[in-house]
């Protein structure tokens, strides 16, 4: 029996009084013709609205992209928040309690940056053991030294930047300290310099700023293994070398020429001590100023910064390599600080080692020389080391002759032998107390300060018999031209603070800016030559500098002393570093 519903050749057809089930009728806002296909639709009052269309193939498409789209933008937002979230958990931040010093803003209201870069040889990890050595008898150990430090010093006006190495030899005064972390503590001693990282970053900080004058603002700190992930993310970094070498001691290889270094042979590289200079720390610092200049080309260097890819390696990198202190503590921060230095142009950052003289007390280490003093001066009062052209800034000849002759004279007697009383002869409260603050804070002892008998114009300096090449050492330290310098009957220091020395501790920074003394020696520009003299000064856009390959027995192979260049004739099996 046939279907109801059915015809013979299996169409819909009609019954009288019936509907067929689920068609609607033309009350229902639609007319369908035979084969029931919509002709029209009605709208509002039973007005037909015109035929509808089936939706173009380019429609469909459309809106496919556009859902795709919307959902691109959310995954990529996602992903953006969330790699945001990953590099700033990566980060590892101390706090320094105010103990590097406050930068003071220039008359623009802009504030210079002074970062401590330290370089740790803590063997605090499996990893930095394994790359450092030393562990097979003590394991993965606690606390470290500051093997590097590199004063980082970005003018406020963002033109110059100036990176000054203090060796790590280097004796001094540790400040009384407490590391928050571990807990460690001292009251302060007399030691090497390196050694204040065991008291935790703040503690180095603290030492810097007291033996050199220089507001700290923040640290940046690096160990082995972020060394060797800093120089893999930036696809590895070409230094050169004067002549074949081998340290046996970091174990870097390297034949004479150009080399592109990366992972562990760029931390062989800023390690190796014996192979560079005198086989001393001081050499060290040279070949490692020569690495970080190819390091800030590489990253200027047209590519590195507008690739993701690459920018996500080293903002990975990065952050998992530093520790900072609460003041660099966020991605965000960081990216405005690698903008300051990235408006510095190359040829404006200039790299200085602090000037030493050998400790009496032990050939091995060093003291700060008396040319350290115009350095620290010429960073801590934010000018350049460099003229708008990148050349070295030059005085007159008068002052550049003065000052080198008291530098000379001078560099037999160290600061903290020499105790100066302060008097204020400018009728501005506290002016005695601010520049006796100031030489203390370079190492010079303090004798009391109070006020001149009556107010004075020029500033001068008065010592006893037999005291002029002290004398010297605390003009140098305060930029005050020898010509202010007088011999009085008494003994000991006396500097009378004028009125042509208004404000700031140095006084070259005041009378360039004030037009109180016109005197030609006041009045003319730092003397950069003195404060880069035998600072072993370059520039980050000198390109073919070479590291200096030691030419003396600095290393052992099999037990007999070679220079590098001998050893890595002798060394045939042993692999270059970038092999």
Known sequence: MSDPWDGPAGQATRSRGRRVPGQRTAGQGEARPPGGRVVAARGRGGKSSGPVRPMGRGRRLLRTAAMCLSVLVVVTAGAGWWFYQHLNGNIRSFSLDGKGGTEKADAFGRTPINILVMGSDGRTSKTDCKLGGGCSATGVQTGSNADVQMVLHISADRSNATVMSIPRDTMTKVPACKDGESGRSTPGYYGQINSALQYGPACQVATVHQLTGIPVDHFVKLDFSGVVKMSDAVGGVSVCVSDDVYDTYSHLKLSKGTHTLKGVAALEFVRSRHGFGDGSDLGRTVSQHIFLSAMIRKFKSAGTLTDPTAVYRLSDAATKALTV????????????????????????????????????????????????????????????????????????????????????????VPASDIAVTVENGTGITGRASAVATALTGRGFGSAGTGNAPSPVTATTLTYGTGQQAAARTVATALGLPAARLRQGPGSGLTLVVGSDWPSGSSYRAASTASPADTSPADTSPADTEAAVSEAHASTADQAKSCAKVSPYKTVTLDGVPMTPAQAYAAARTQPDSDA
């Open 325 to 412: 202190d609460d003041g660099l503590d966020s991605v965000k921060k960081l990216i405005a600080l690698a903008d300051d230095v990235n408006k510095v142009p190359t040829r404006r950052i200039t790299f200085a080692t602090m000037q030493t003289a050998p400790d009496p007390a032990d050939d091995d280490r060093v003291v700060v020389g008396a040319g350290a003093k115009a350095l620290f001066s010429t960073i801590a009062e934010d000018q350049p080391l460099t003229t708008g052209a990148g050349k070295k800034s030059s005085a007159s000849s008068a002052t550049t002759k003065a000052t080198a002759t008291a530098t000379a004279t001078a560099s037999a």
